[in-house]
Structures are given as structure tokens and as C-alpha cells.
């Protein structure tokens, strides 16, 4: 779970992962990306192999082409850990605004 918090706690990895997310099970390509996100290909490269260590994102090569698809399973999992560790342990409370915890 740490290096998961870690890996989105950079600014760009977070778009980045985001980005595989609204694309769903079919993935983005790495130029795809790079178009998106208006990012050199050598920095691209670099948080996207952060976010797999992470188990955050998985590769696949398709013919000439790597594909990068979020792990939705992994991002499932990390918002099962917060959600059962929000609030050092203490019920989250449904009507207090904005924030739900009462942390």
C-alpha cells in the first residue's frame, strides 16, 4: 500500500494514472500519453515505471505497440485499505459535509 500512496503522491503519475483509468480495459498507449499529457517521452517513461512497481499499471505489448492499462484490482484494494483505515480506526460520519471522516 505504501509504495502505491507513494507512487500517486507525485503529481504526474496521479494524471498519468488517471488518464488509464478514464481509458478503461482497453489502455493507452505511451504516445498516447505523451499527446495527453503534453510530457516528454524519457519523463513519461520513468513515472510510468514507477506506477508499475507500484502494481499500479500493467504493460502489454501488442504487436509494435506497449499498452498501459490501470490496475484496477490494485486501485480497488488501496481504497479498501483507506476506507477500513480512515480515521485511525474510528467510524466515518456520513453527514459531515464534504470531507466524510472525521479525522
Given at each position: 500500500?505504501?509504495?502505491?500512496l507513494?507512487?500517486?503522491?507525485?503529481?504526474l503519475?496521479?494524471?498519468?494514472?488517471?488518464?488509464l483509468v478514464v481509458a478503461g480495459p482497453a489502455g493507452l498507449?505511451?504516445?498516447v500519453l505523451q499527446?495527453?499529457?503534453h510530457v516528454p517521452g524519457a519523463?513519461?517513461?520513468f513515472h510510468l515505471k514507477e506506477l508499475a512497481n507500484a502494481?499500479?499499471?500493467s504493460q502489454e505489448r501488442a504487436g509494435r505497440h506497449l499498452i498501459y492499462r490501470a490496475g484496477y484490482d490494485a486501485m480497488n484494494a488501496?481504497?479498501?485499505?483507506?476506507t477500513d483505515n480512515c480515521c485511525a480506526g474510528e467510524p466515518c460520519a456520513v453527514d459531515a459535509g464534504p470531507s466524510t471522516c472525521r479525522c
Open positions: 500500500m505504501i509504495r502505491a507513494a507512487a500517486l503522491a507525485h503529481p503519475r496521479l494524471q498519468v494514472f488517471r488518464a498507449t505511451p504516445g499527446e495527453t499529457l519523463t513519461l517513461s502494481g499500479l499499471v488501496l481504497l479498501g485499505y483507506l
